[in-house]
């Protein structure tokens, strides 16, 4: 079992939807989360960081739920520029950065 | 600002050869790493450093070897190809693993072995 696992998709969600992502880890002692974006050929670049508290970033809600482990990532109204792939990222205590695979989104027009 | 700088950005080996891909950054990062990306497969950590003269194994490390002689450099050495290491290679950098510190990746270096 992989230490991070994402739903791979695709989603396919017309323009100005909302869409939500989870993300589960299975190392209770990870310390430090992260959604990532990386566009086709391209190098996975920060969208945000994820806290305890959730945190927001514009049209970006990030969620942590320590207890269950499970992290989320909501976008709304959704922007044909968001289509990408989004990856879960997790910090350990041994300083492993651990990705996961990745969900593809499409926006459709 | 040049970031993390990562060569070639495109090679081709026959099976049994050698070579070194090479990540550089100047934001004086103790923090490294290298990546391989397949398809389906997500990012998989091959090795990473917290600092100079300490490195550390990732998820797949077999087939590969590192160094970390400066904070600067940290090559990625396959000592004997095979086609299974076909794949995308990135390399990246942060302030710290652990924390909140995000990682700067390189552009990637596709590497095809026949």
């Known amino acids: 079992r992989k230490e991070v696992e994402q739903d791979p998709g695709p989603f396919n969600v017309p323009e100005g939807a909302t869409v939500a992502f989870n993300c589960t880890y299975s190392n209770s002692a990870s310390q430090s989360f992260f959604w990532y974006r990386q566009d086709c050929r391209k190098e996975p670049k920060l969208l945000m960081s994820?806290?305890?508290s959730g945190n927001e970033d514009g049209r970006f809600t990030a969620q942590l739920n320590r207890a269950s482990q499970y992290i989320s990532l909501l976008i709304r109204d959704s922007k044909l520029s968001d289509s990408a792939t989004y990856l879960c990222v997790v910090t350990n205590r041994d300083d492993k950065i651990i990705f996961g695979k990745g969900t593809r989104l499409h926006i459709l027009p | 600002n040049a970031g993390v700088t990562q060569t070639p950005k495109f090679q081709v080996l026959k099976t049994g050869q050698s070579m070194t891909l090479q990540c550089a950054q100047d934001m004086n990062h103790e923090y490294m790493s290298w990546y391989r990306q397949d398809p389906g497969m997500g990012l998989r950590l091959i090795h990473y450093s917290v600092g100079a003269g300490i490195t550390d194994q990732g998820e797949v490390p077999n087939g590969y070897n590192v160094s970390r002689s400066t904070t600067e450099d940290f090559p990625l050495r396959l000592l004997s190809a095979a086609p299974s290491q076909t794949s995308v290679y990135f390399c990246?950098?942060?302030?710290?693993?652990?924390?909140?510190?995000?990682?700067?990746f390189g552009n990637g270096t596709r590497l095809t072995v026949t």
């Open positions: 994820v806290y305890s």
């Open positions: 990246a950098s942060s302030y710290a693993g652990s924390g909140n510190s995000p990682l700067h």
